[in-house]
Each structure stands twice: as C-alpha cells, then as structure tokens.
C-alpha cells in the first residue's frame, strides 16, 4: 500500500466544480488501494483578491498581516475540498497550520519550513480519513502565521511527503496542475516535443533555471534533498505525467534529456575595469541592491584591464545600467556596453557528466545554421548559448532535432553524439 | 487607565471603508488614554457567501466542515483590521481562535466558550499592541475549530472582556452596531422613543425576548454572569449608546424601563385535556419535535378537565397544530382552537419587583381604548398582553404613553403609577 501525497494547485481547485474534480480524483487513488494525505493551493485568484482587499484597507501592509490574511486562502479551499471527499463516502478532515504543526521560521512572506506533525497525519490515515492540508503556510515559533512565498504549496506538498516517508512506501508526492509534465523543449516552440516519462531533480533545476517553468525550484530542491519522487501530472488528465527523480543508470546513457528557451536578455558587458580585487564585489552588489537577477557571468582580462559580460532581463536593463554606472564614476574606470534583444538557448542532461561531445554538437548545429553565438555559459549538466532574440525560436529547434530529443526517453546515446 | 473590548459586527466592518473607519474609532478611544482589545465579526456577507461555496460543492455539509470554512471570514476582517489599525500609527496583532487559545467544546456550530489566553492579550496589550480577536469561533480539546452560532462574536466580546476583568479597570465591553443603543420602544413604532443611558442586564433579556431585537440574549447573559458592563453604541455615530449592566438604585426607583410589541403570534387553545400525569410534557415534546418555539403557557382547569393556551410564531401555526393533532388523536380526547393575527405588547422593568400597580394600569389603559386582551403572561419584571394584531401599533403606543417612557430614564415613578 503505496502513501501518496495529492497537491492540488489553485487552477486545480478554483471553482466547485473543479473541487468536486480533484476529490473524485483523491477518491479514486483511494480505490486503487492507496493511502492518501492532500494539499491544497487557494482557490484560483483567491490569493489575489485578498491582497487587493488589503491595498484598499492601508498603504503598505504589513507582511505579518498580509499572511495572516492570505493564509485563509487555503483554508478555504482545504475545507471544501475535505466536504467535497465527504460527499463522495471518503472521509476527510481539512487542516491548517496550526493543527497539523506545519513550523516554519519567522521568515514572513518568505518563511521556510522546519517540521510536521506527522504522527497526527498518519493517525487520521490509519484511521481510514483523508488529512486535507493547507499549503503554502506554517506558524512561527511564536505563534505567527507565515507564508512560503513563490511555490509555497508545492513545498508544502513535498514535505508532507517528506514527512511521510512516502518513498519508503513506494509513493510519492503528485502534483497536480494546468501541464501534463515535463517536455523535452515547450511544446508551444517545439510541437514535436515528447512528454519524458522521468527526469532528474538536477535536470529539473537546470531546466527552470533556464526558462522550463514546470514546477517552482525550491520545492524540487527540498525532494532531491529528502528522496521525495515527485509526479507532475495534469488535473484533467488520466495518464501519467513527468516522475522528478533520483538519477537511474537508464538516464546515464542520455546526453541531453532537454532544452529550453529564454527569450528577452540583454547583455551588460563592462570592459576595462581595474585588476584590483573586490571589484566584481562593487558591480554586483549595486545591482543586487536594485533587485535585480544576474545570470551567466563571464569574466575575462584583457589588456586594458578585467572584462566582465553578464545577463540580465531585458526589463531590468534600464535599473543595472544607472547601477554599475555609478560604479565606474567611482572607479574612475572602466566603460559598459548594452546590447538587448538576446535569447539564451540551453541544453540539459545528467548524460553530460560522463559524455563529452554535447558541447561541440551544439555549436556547430548553430553554426551551421548561420546563427551567431554571443556568449556561452555552462553547468556541469548544462550548456547555454546567447544568441540574438531573432535566431532564438529556431535556435531551440535545430538543438532539439541535433539531439534526437523528439525520439524523447527512446533516444540513444548513438543518436545523440554519434555524428557529433 | 480603563481596557475596552470594541467589538464590530458584520455591518460594521462590511468594507474597507468601514473597516478603515472602524480602526479609526479603535484610534481614537487609545488617543482617549484606553486600553483596548478588539474583536470582529466576518465581512458583511461573508459568511452566507461560504456557506453557498459550500452548497456548491456538496449536497449536506458536514458541520466539522463548515466551521472550519466559516471561521475563515473572521480571519478575514480580523488581518485587514489590524492592517488598517497599523496604517493609523497603532500597533496591532490579528489573532484567530488557534492563537488567543479561544477554546470550547465540541459542539460545532452551537460551541460553548470555555476560556481564552487572557495573558497572551495581556501581554500584547502591555506592549502598547492592540490584539485584534476573531468573533464566532474557537478551537475544541481535540484541536478543531468550532463556532458559536448566532450571537457569537458577540459573546466572544464579552468573554474577552470577562477575562481581561474590564469592570474592574472602569471599562467595559463596547458592541459597535448598526443602531444607536436601546430605546423604550422600537422608534420605528414610536418615533418619540428615547434612547435609554442605561439597562439592567435582565431587562434587556426581557425586551430581547418579546421582540426588541438590539442584542443576542446570549453574550447578554454571559455579561451578566461575569458583571461585564455592555455598551451598544452606532458604529458611525459619536455619541454614547445604551450600557446594559447590573441594577442601580436610580433604576429600582422606575417601574417600567421599557416597551415592546412582537407581532404575528398564532394562540393555540386545546380545551378538556385529560387530567393525568405527562400530557402536557407530549404536548410540548412533540411541538419540540418539529422545532417549533413556544411562548407564554397558561394552563387551567375547567369542568371538561385541564384548559392549554400558548403562543407560536404565525408561521410555526401549521407543524404545531399537526404536532398537536397528533398527540390528541392519540390521547383520544380534548379539542384545539387555533387564533391567528395576534401580536404581544410587553412592558418590562426591574423596579415591577417593588412596585405594584402596572399590570392594572396597562390593563386599564388598553381597556380605555377598547382593546381586548385575549391573553396576560408575566414574569417577575414583566407584563406582556396578547391583542389582535389591529391593534398591536395602538397598544404599544399607549403603553408608553401610559408610563410616561418619552421621558426615558427622566420619568419619576409618581409619573409611571401616580394615576393608577
């Protein structure tokens, strides 16, 4: 009797309807033989609305407030779910925060989880009942509401899952949501892109990291670290979707399990800066300090002195420019190049490690193609290309043909490199 | 330096306008010098809003459930309170019923209040914080949320207020509401009504249960159990409402505080009851059965064997006289009489226990105007008279005329019983 942990997302649960869905959903695992605890997301815009109400209430909302407020959210939405299982003969029992012990640190609005009562979640299961949990919240030692921030319920999900011990049951932590898995590029670019069975967590991280927006990086952080097998499946849909798992030798005899886009970069390079240290410290903590996201640096020397290019979004250009600007003034060296309208196309694969040969394959098909290469950058399972926003469709396109990923799980290593 | 519990009903925090104002009254009465502990009710609609969500999601709501999705709504307006609260410069902290150990027992729905974190309020308070409580709700032994049922944030006002001991600080528990306090006839009826400074906590039960609907009997009671002080005050208006509290020698010196009419009574009259032991108990228990309410019992014996009178609301007429029908064909013997268009005049005040002479001049008064009185109920500090419901809006307005209650709490007692 495998545990499951069940995560609704909130377009999952965002209207009756689609909660009495997810309980028929829930009710049918039960079926199957399994043992079942869920989580839940608000309802849809629920969230929304509550921080709307809160802005006509006050200026500036406090974050303790603000996740006290927003807290009830799920609340909600766990209560009708558990009434809508009860509905259908399975008994439930919603819980928030405070009665399943969900603790966090005193981290508002950005809270970080750091136990569950499992022992009360396992009694209610034993007992034949469905805990339905609140996600995306916990309490503080002193007793606050916290919230989790951006991907708080999957985080939640895992946990509990965690909590559980579900791989230990053969279970795992199933989330629920608008996609039915994780394709080999986005199928919107790529039609031709196959849904993989499974990949692994470090392949899902590379791949969010660069623009595969899935399932939010923390709470596949927290399953890689705790074991948890994750299944990113649709609400909708009946069929399996993507396993995120530990590594298996099956996935070793693949380079590239997946590529990914991410369109509208700009490219900050900053040449002749001095060779003195804590240079790069003043450049990046302006920026940071403006809030904005580095990616991809490159730091090279030159004659004039320390060449340093990174990417940023293209949004955020205008607000890293005045930055690293009055950096230089203060310098009194040094001068800064901008160049927008870049896209970064990536390839990813756990195969990489022990399989040279991805990297050239991949030049030489942009090559080819007539596209140029502005900067690379890789991970040890990872290799990106910027390249200019025109050429980054097609970009996606020619690496995924060059890698055999429309064959998906069935490509081999032969296809792959062999021509390489 | 006195504490006030300030409680705001649904209406009174019905919007962010509302609420914004609300916080600003909670502002002013600290800028006064008090201490102050606040307790909300949901929005507005919130809650019939929840319950139709719920309705939607299943046929019959389990009540474990409901409660839970209902207390959210508290949650709600308690985190926007303390929002609005802190946007005015005071420090505020929203608890819901887990954090201010709100506990009861396990009637969900009907919960009894058994005892609140007076300290943690305390300590809050000490700290120059404002605790903002939710109304209506609290948590059982085993951890699950329950609320109190009609009347209940109301009676969490006052338990709050009991268990912070206002009354011995000089201060009370202020129900913010959408009338301006109790007056001694509803001025709808009788516009020259005045509003009364003061009550005893057991007239105000009285007036409640013959039709002067400004407070839940309940939280009434609970003060009066606890000696807390009840101020009812508009929400939008300055000045002072009504306090209901203990008796006062001023009050023992008039006869009649107040008066008050419901209307759409039915009188059912079953005649040659046999005599035996626990008719009446069958009676009663099968009207209870059908969750009718009764009012005002009168037996009598006559020739035929015992006489029954009593008065349900006009539309309970149908299930009772099928209740009853039951019980006589049953019993084999006696008859029903059913009057419909009736309405009860009530005249009510602490100091009848002292004073003779008003159910005689009520009786004259409404026999000068011809009125016929098809009934008489009393209790230790009340008279109440069933009239044709014709001649309900005149009897009242006598009845007040006659006690000289447009001079309100002014009147003497030579002016309530001089001419009797």
Redesign the interface.
Known sequence: MATLVMKFGGTSVSD?DR??RAARRVAESRADGHRVAVVVSAMGHATDE?IE??G???????R???D??M??GE??S???T???L??QGVP???L?A??CGMRTDAGHGRAKLQGIDADLLGRLMDAGSVPVVTGFQGVSDE???TTLGRGGSDTTAVAVASALRVQDTGGCCEIYTDVDGVHTADPRLVPEAPKLGAITYEEMLELAAVGAGVMHARAVVFGQRHGVPIHVRHSQRPEPGTMIQRETPRMESIAVIGCALKPDLGRVHLQGLPRSAGVQGQVFAAIAGKGVLVDDIIQTEGPQGVDLAFTVEHADLPETKVAVSEVLDRLGAGRIDLEVGLSKVSAVGTGMRSHAGVASRMFKVLGDAGVPIRNISTSEIRISCLVPKEHGELSLRLVHEAFGLELGEQVTLARQLGSA
């Open positions: 009756p909660i009495r509550l109400l809160a006509q209430v006050c200026r500036t909302p406090g303790r407030e603000l006290a407020l807290s009830t609340a909600v766990a209560a009708l558990a009434m809508a009860e509905d439930a029992r919603s928030n405070f009665q007793g606050l509401i």
